[in-house]
C-alpha cells in the first residue's frame, strides 16, 4: 500500500504485566496497520507506572519482533517521564483545577455504585471540603489522592469504528494516594509529548476516552484519532485472558505453532488471508474491519498457512 507522509504517529503501549496473549497481539497489529496505512510513524510505550512483572516487557517485545511487527525510533517507558506528568498535575492545580480526595478505595466504589449519579462517576464527596477539613483527614493519616475539578459532566469524542460518541466526565484521579501519576492524566501527557495523534486500543477503553480528550483540551493539548477496536473473547463470551490457556505466543508454540501461522489466525480474525505485516498492509482497509468480537477457543491448533 503506498500512503502518504503524515506527521504525527501510532503507538502500541502494554502494560508488562506478564506475556501478551492473542487479544493483546490482535490490537498491537492494529494499531500497526492503523499507523502505517495512514503514513504515520509507529512507536512502542511501556506502560510500567503500575504492575511490572520482571522481564515481561523483554518478552513482549520479542513476541511484536516474532510476528514481524516493526516500530520507530526507542522504546520508552513510562515510569521515565514522571516530571512530565507532575508538571501537568501543577498546571492543573494553578488553575484551579484538582482538589484532594480522602476518599478509601471502598468508599469510592460504594460512591460510584450509588444510585444518584450516573454509572460509575465520582459523585464529588470530598470536592467542597474546608481547610479545616482536609487538615482533619490528613491528621488521621488518610493518605490523599488528586482528582481533577471537573467543569463538565459529558465529553464527546469521534471514533473511527464507533462514530461519535459521549461519555460521563467525572472528578476523576490524576495522582493516586501514593503519589503515582494516575493512567488517565499519563497518558494524555505522554502521547502528546511523544507526538502520537493517532490511538489504537480495545474497545473496552472507550468509556474512558471523553475524560482522557476533555483532559488533553484542559492542558491545551490536540485530541487524537481514536480507534476503539473490539476485543478478542473466550469460548464463555469474557474477555480473552491468560487464564484461558494456550493465549500467548509461546503457548502456541509448545502446541506446534509458528509466528507465521499464528499471524495468519490473527489476519483471518480481520477478514484476511495473510502470512505476514507486509502482505496484509496491501490488504488492509479499516472501513472493512469487524466490528463484533473476535471469540478464540484456545484448544484450537492453526493448520499450516498457506498463501491465497
Known amino acids: ?18 506475556d501478551l496473549h492473542l487479544g493483546n497481539l490482535r490490537t498491537a497489529l492494529l494499531a500497526w496497520l492503523f499507523a502505517r496505512s495512514t503514513g504515520r510513524a509507529f512507536g512502542i510505550r511501556i506502560e510500567d507506572l503500575d504492575r511490572v512483572q520482571p522481564g515481561a516487557a523483554e518478552r513482549q517485545l520479542a513476541d511484536l519482533a516474532a510476528l514481524g511487527l516493526d516500530w520507530d525510533g526507542p522504546v520508552v517507558r513510562q515510569s521515565g517521564r514522571t516530571p512530565g506528568h507532575h508538571a501537568a498535575i501543577d498546571r492543573l492545580t494553578d488553575a484551579g483545577l484538582t482538589y484532594e480526595c480522602f ?33 482533619q483527614r490528613r491528621a488521621l493519616g488518610r493518605p490523599a489522592a488528586l482528582r481533577l475539578r471537573s467543569r463538565t459532566t459529558e465529553f464527546e469524542i469521534a471514533d473511527e469504528i464507533h462514530g461519535v460518541y459521549r461519555g460521563v466526565v467525572d472528578d476523576f484521579v ?62 464463555s463470551g469474557q474477555r480473552l485472558a ?16 509458528t509466528p507465521q501461522q499464528v499471524f495468519s489466525l490473527l489476519a483471518g480474525s480481520l477478514g484476511y488471508i495473510a502470512s505476514g505485516p507486509d502482505e496484509l498492509l496491501r490488504l488492509f482497509h479499516p472501513g472493512q474491519l469487524p466490528t463484533r468480537a473476535w471469540t478464540f477457543d484456545p484448544i484450537d491448533v492453526v493448520q499450516p498457512s498457506r498463501n491465497p
Not at 476518599?103 to 481547610?131: F, I, K, S
Open 1 to 18: 500500500m503506498n500512503v502518504a507522509p503524515h506527521r504525527g504517529g501510532g503507538r502500541f503501549a502494554p502494560s508488562p504485566s506478564g
Open 103 to 135: 476518599c478509601t478505595r471502598r468508599e469510592v466504589q460504594q460512591a460510584v455504585t450509588a444510585p444518584h449519579g450516573p454509572m460509575g462517576a465520582y459523585p464529588g464527596t470530598c470536592r467542597e471540603l474546608t481547610d479545616a477539613e482536609r487538615a
Open 174 to 235: 490524576l495522582r493516586r494516594g501514593d503519589g503515582v501519576p494516575a493512567y488517565n492524566l499519563a497518558v494524555v501527557v505522554d502521547d502528546a509529548d511523544q507526538g502520537f495523534d493517532q490511538v489504537v486500543r480495545g474497545d473496552d477503553l472507550l468509556p474512558s476516552t471523553p475524560r482522557q480528550a476533555y483532559l488533553a483540551t484542559l492542558l491545551g493539548l490536540e485530541v487524537p484519532r481514536y480507534a476503539h477496536v473490539p476485543l478478542v473473547l473466550n469460548t
Open 242 to 257: 491468560k487464564r484461558d490457556g494456550a493465549v500467548t505466543l509461546g503457548d502456541r508454540a509448545a502446541l506446534g505453532e
